[in-house]
Nanobody, 130 residues
Framework: EVQLVESGGGSVQIGGSLRLSCTGS????????MAWYRQGPGNTCEVVSF???????YYIDSVKGRFTMSQDSDTNTVYLQMTSLKPEDTAVYYC????????????????????????WGRGTQVTVST
């Protein structure tokens, strides 16, 4: 059974930093396409970043230069280092694996396998306050 467990969320002030972790089990981690999504107050599931199986990385424009995704195959863990946090980064952050081959998006729809990844963690809350 594939399991993903996120940790590292919390409450920080504007400009603060957090490092999210996602530890996976039940699948071959090395070379797997992994992703971080978030779901904010608007309840729309938004991709934050992803790593393809060939190592290519993607970040949404709003986090470029502030967030960095990395993975450690030895510990089956993927990380999201977040710096210069802003109030608009407030959301529940989810780790996803098991890429289906295509990604999709729909305003107001919560995160789940329909997005393009079969496996999801339960999420970790990040709150950025003034």
């Amino acid at each position: 059974e594939v399991q993903l467990v996120e940790s590292g969320g919390g409450s920080v002030q504007i400009g603060g930093s957090l490092r999210l972790s996602c530890t996976g089990s039940g699948f071959t981690f090395a070379g797997s396409a992994m992703a971080w999504y978030r779901q904010g107050p608007g309840n729309t599931c938004e991709v934050v970043s992803f790593i393809e199986s060939d190592g290519w990385e993607y970040y949404i424009d709003s986090v470029k230069g502030r967030f960095t995704m990395s993975q450690d195959s030895d510990t089956n863990t993927v990380y999201l280092q977040m710096t210069s946090l802003k109030p608009e980064d407030t959301a529940v952050y989810y780790c996803a694996a098991g890429f289906t081959g295509s990604r999709t998006w729909e305003r107001g729809r919560a995160c789940g396998p329909w997005v393009g990844y079969n496996h999801w963690g339960r999420g970790t809350q990040v709150t950025v306050s003034t």
